[in-house]
Structure formats: structure tokens, C-alpha cells
């Protein structure tokens, strides 16, 4: 913070009214956050004294926590100081109704539960079969432990988590070691706390929020997974530990194609960080030569969200990175050696530059096999306006169309539905909610609503759509690569965890084929190093592949 203190077998869905008009991108959003049932309020806690926190809050995540196939949905928040106790605010599950509808269970899942939450990241760590829930936290982050009954435990103790106080934000589960268990990565920001709280002021009376600077860094956390419902710290043995750093976003990546996955940390005024798993334990920071440290132009900028795919479909993949404004995003395309940071000549640079940007996905909105960018945008002071007259608190969410030449253009406004409303937003993350085939839209805002936004398609594009079972992998598959060929195009896609910005997506992957009714093959390189092809599958269909058993259709999406 640099610079400032399947669609036929459902009734109609609603929402479809509230689109309106007509789009150049080949689909539309529709707001459909109140007719289906989600009613959220985000609390930053904020009562005027200014902590640091509180602008920083919070993220989202699509979840099938039931595994009924249909993604539900699950909203972090925050809490009163103490203090300052004006409110009860908790965490929101919401489960989906299968009707474009879904039905809060917070308190029957046994979520109501008041902590000052930030980030969350899915996975099933036990490989029971059933997604379990890590949140992020100011102070004491919590493992929730999903029974398989609807319901979840708090097994923050007993697992080996408890009694760790830290600013923690974005966090992902993978498996490092590739021994079929997921581990825990989890980001920390500065070392805060209320105690610790620093007084910062703009015009030496009144306080102001602080800039990072006026904090020490903080190390991230590498937790391994024992495989008996335990975990271990390994982060000074892995080579992770590094107090100078000043993390908010993470995303995971096989950078070199050995099969083992690699870390990409998103560092607020501090280089960004590569962590390559060299495949016996350890991590060596490669960020530096691999060009994704910096800006081009040497300095280290302010990183709030990170994700990374295969957005020129060149068989790698590249990154993006939000920064503050007047700082711009970062694209980085790999060039065979390293990467360049190609925001300026793309359009995501200038069109960026006045924004400050934190959730960030690729997702194919339009189908047509080219991966775009969605990014949240809001600032971290209401008082920004005054100091920066070109420059406002709440900002337009951007969401930049591939052409298919590595060049993007920003059709928020073309999406109707008020998406480019100005928001202060925060968590984004993406899951096809209604199962159609595309995907759809979760944002979050800094002491606001939560939005979400239907995707419909307006020229016919298909899709197909792959959930991936581990069997010698973890369950979840994470870490797994998909790789199809269709329509003369080769696509990519990992099924991940992290990414954006305090979020999680889905776990199933979604492909674009534009018109195509078939495609060719679909190859997967599992974690545990098995790979699997399948030929001739038809569009319009989710496939489920359990590794070494095979692939079957779900029916429809």
C-alpha cells in the first residue's frame, strides 16, 4: 500500500430480467446477489481509530461443501474491536438450493463464529472426500474441519495450528512433497497488532491509516501435513522463512514443468517472491532472476492479489499482480527463459494505472478459449479523493477481454448489471454457481455488501468442464494440470488453490471452445506424477476423471 497513511434442467432463473440491453463481448452479467437469497454485510470493525486492518478486509470462496456438485458459497468477516463492541458479526456459508437460489446455514454448519477473519482457502486435507475450511485471521487463523454431515469442527488445536497470533491474509493448500497430502502455505503482512498499533497522520494531528513501511515484515508459513489430522511448522527448514517480507497474495504454479509445485508471493512494498520447490523438502527464492520480483523498471511495488495461468495459450503460464495506484497491474508472459511484465503494451497497463487493484482471476468469460482478466478494485482511504483528485475510494471492477493476441480491453462497462459500478472491493473468485457451463462472478467490498454476478452467454460458445478425483493424489487433485486440444487450439489449466486476493475459486476447471462440439483429447498430469489421456469428448458436459479409473460424465454441467 505505497504511497498513502446445466441450464435447461432448472427453472428460470432469476435475475435474467435485471440484465438488459446488449453486449459486444459475447456475454452479460447479471446482478443476482438479492434474488438469490445473499444478504452480507462485511465488518471492518473501523470506529475511528484508524487500524491497520481495517482496510485490508476481506475475501470469498466458492465451495461444494456438501459435494452435491453444486458450488456454494462462503463470505469472510471481520469483528468489533475490543472496546469498541457495537455488533455480532460472523462468517457466511450459504448453500446452494440448485434453483439460482441459496439458504444461509452458518449456524447450522456451526460456523457462527465471531473472529476477525480475512482470507480462506479450500481443501480437503484428510482426503475424506469432503472440502475442509483454513481461515485467515488477525491474530489466531482457524481450521475447520468439514464431517461430512453439513456440519464443521474446529480443530484449530488439535491439529497443530493453535496458539500462532499473526496478521495473516491470503493462504492455499498444496502438496509439496507429493506424498498425496495437502500442506498449508499461509502469507503473514507486518507484525500488528492493537498493542502494537503505530499512530501515523497526514497532516501531524489527526491519525491516518499507516502505509506498510511503518511496520516490520513478517514471514509466511509452511505447514506439513503429517496424514494424521496433524501438521508440522517446516518453515525455517523448507527455506520459506523470510521476515522482510510483506505478503497479502499467493498463487501456485509449476514454473519449470518438473512436477513439482512452486509458490508466487505477491509482497506489499518488498520484491515480490518465487519460492521453487527443488523436490526434497526445500524452496529456493528464484524471483529475482526470473524477472517477476520488480517492476520493469526496478523498484518493488505495492502486491495486493496474484493469479496465474495460460493467457497467451503458449503451454505456460503467466502471472498477473495488482498493485496500487499509479503503480499499474502486472502481466507477465513468459518468453521461453523468463518473464516480461507486457502490462504496457497489452492495455492492462494504462488502463490500470489510476486504480488500485486487489482480487484478481483469469477465467474464460466469454468461452471463446482465451483467458481474461477480472480484477476488484477499491483504495484504502476515504480521505484518497482529497489527497489524489483523479484517484477515488470506491472504484470500477475492471474485467479485461482477450483478443486472442495477448491484448486486452476493459468491457466492464459493456456488462450491464452495474459491475462497473464503483465499489471498494477486495475478494473475487469465480465458480459456475448455476451450472451452465460458464462461470460466474463473487466479489467482496471493505465494510460493504458482497455482489454476485450470473454470467449468460449471448453467442452460443460452449464449454467443457472436468472435476478431478486423486486417488494416489491428494483427493482434491490440487496441483494437477488439464491440458485439451480443440478447434486447432491447445488450452491449460491447473485445478488450484490461493489465487486473487484473500479468495479461492472452484476446484472443477473449466475450457472455452467457442463453437467447437468436440474435442480432440484432454490430457492430465496428475501430482503423483501419473499422466492420463482421453479422446473425443463432447462439449457441453462436466466430466468427472478419477485418477487410474477413468473418466465418465456427470450429466450436463
Known sequence: MAGLASLSRLPALPGLAEAGGTTSSGFRFADVTSSAGISFQHNSGAYGGKLLPETLGSGCAFIDYDQDGWQDILLINGMDWSGHKRQRSTLRLYRNNRDGTFRDVTAHAGLDIEMYGMGVAVGDYDNDGFPDILVTCVGQNRLFHNTGKGTFADVTDRSGLGK?????????????????????????????????????SLDGRHKSYCTPEAYRGDTCWLFHNRGNGTFEDVTAQSGIFDSSSKSLGVAMLDDDGDGWIDILVANDTQPNKMYRNQGNGTFKDAAVEAGLAFSNDGRARAGMGIDVADFANSGHAGVAITNFDNEMTGLYEYDGKNYQDVAARTGVGLASKNTLGFGCVFLDANLDGWLDLAVANG?????????????????????????RNVRFRDVAAELNAGFDQPKVGRGLAYGDFDRDGDLDLLLTTNNGPAYLYRNDQLEGNRSIRFRLVGTKSNRDAIGALV????????????????????????????????????????VIQWPSGRTEEFKNLSAGRCYECVEGKGISPLGGF
Open 483 to 522: 491440458r485439451i486440444v480443440a478447434g486447432g487450439m491447445t488450452q491449460l489449466r491447473m485445478v488450484k488453490s490461493g489465487s486473487s486476493y484473500l479468495s479461492q475459486s472452484e476446484l472443477p476447471v473449466t475450457f472455452g471452445l467457442g463453437k467447437s462440439e468436440r474435442l480432440e483429447s484432454a
Open 164 to 200: 500462532r497470533s499473526a496478521f495473516s491474509t491470503s493462504a492455499l493448500w498444496f502438496d509439496y512433497d507429493r506424498d498425496g497430502l495437502l500442506d498449508l502455505f499461509v502469507c503473514n503482512y507486518v507484525k500488528w497488532s492493537p498493542e502494537r498499533d503505530v499512530f501515523c
Open 379 to 403: 483504495h484504502i482511504d476515504e480521505t484518497v479523493r482529497n489527497i489524489r483528485g483523479n484517484v477515488g475510494y470506491a472504484q470500477p471492477p475492471q474485467l479485461f477481454l482477450n483478443d
